[in-house]
């Protein structure tokens, strides 16, 4: 089983900075990843894949880079509403992990 | 639009089993894989079960292999999740997802969710 670690747990950021989010797989996955984020009581929601492609209607603010092992996701200028927790998924091989989330929360 | 509706969950003991729905719509079901993701209170996501669009292929994480069951009825636009023998470590929100590409095997990134249904398993 690939092991999907996500850094840091929680990111503290003020509204317009930038943000950076960590995600490492014990393995290399290619270029198969994908981050979503998600809200208090909602359904996650896709937000990259394939390590750099935006899913349908995710704003250019959030970019995703990274292949093999180590892969990042920035979020150039947060706005309110991007505070959420963010989850990583490698779908290389099964079974199917997702990291264990970074919190991103108002500084 | 691309809608799905789970449903099913309840309040079941240790030991008792329990079947998830998830009623699709707004896309051509039977060409889409499919899979049930779960969420315990205050943690993270965890992948469950995934079917192909056929319904010949399923793959099962090891926490759930031979207690649960994925099936799907593409006359009805239905996903199932049967889930026997059930504990508590099984607690959590159940989402059924669409795979992110149409006509392809399981194994690519969710890009429609449900609401989730909740399963608290306890005596």
């Known amino acids: 089983e690939i092991v999907v670690t996500q850094s840091p747990a929680t990111l503290s950021v003020s509204p317009g900075e930038r943000a950076t989010l960590s995600c490492r797989a014990s393995?290399?996955?290619?270029?198969?990843l994908a981050w979503y984020q998600q809200k208090p009581g909602r359904a996650p929601r896709l937000l990259i894949y394939?390590?750099?492609s935006r899913a349908a209607g995710i704003p250019a603010r959030f970019s995703g880079s990274g292949t093999g092992t180590e892969f990042t996701l920035t979020i150039s200028s947060l706005q309110s509403e991007d505070f959420a927790v963010y989850y990583c998924?490698?779908?290389?091989?099964?079974?199917?992990?997702f990291g264990g989330g970074t919190k991103v929360e108002i500084k | 639009e691309v809608q799905l509706l789970e449903s099913g969950g309840d309040l079941i003991q240790p030991g008792g089993s329990l079947r998830l729905s998830c009623a699709a719509s707004?896309?051509?079901?039977?060409?889409?894989?499919m899979s049930w993701v779960r969420q315990a209170p205050g943690k993270g996501l965890e992948w469950v079960s995934s079917?192909?669009?056929?319904?010949?292929?399923?793959y099962y994480a090891d926490s759930v292999k031979g207690r649960f069951t994925i099936s799907r009825d593409n006359f009805k636009h239905t996903l199932y999740l049967q889930m026997l023998s059930l504990r508590a470590e099984d607690t959590a929100v159940y989402y059924c997802?669409?795979?992110?590409?149409?006509?392809?095997?399981?194994?690519?990134?969710?890009?429609?969710w449900g609401q989730g249904t909740w399963v608290p398993v306890s005596a």
């Open positions: 707004g896309f051509v079901f039977s060409t889409y894989a």
């Open positions: 998924q490698q779908y290389n091989s099964w079974p199917l992990t």
């Open positions: 079917i192909s669009g056929s319904g010949d292929t399923t």
């Open positions: 394939g390590e750099s």
């Open positions: 393995q290399s996955v290619s270029s198969n």
């Open positions: 997802a669409r795979d992110l590409q149409p006509s392809r095997p399981p194994g690519l990134p969710f890009d429609y």
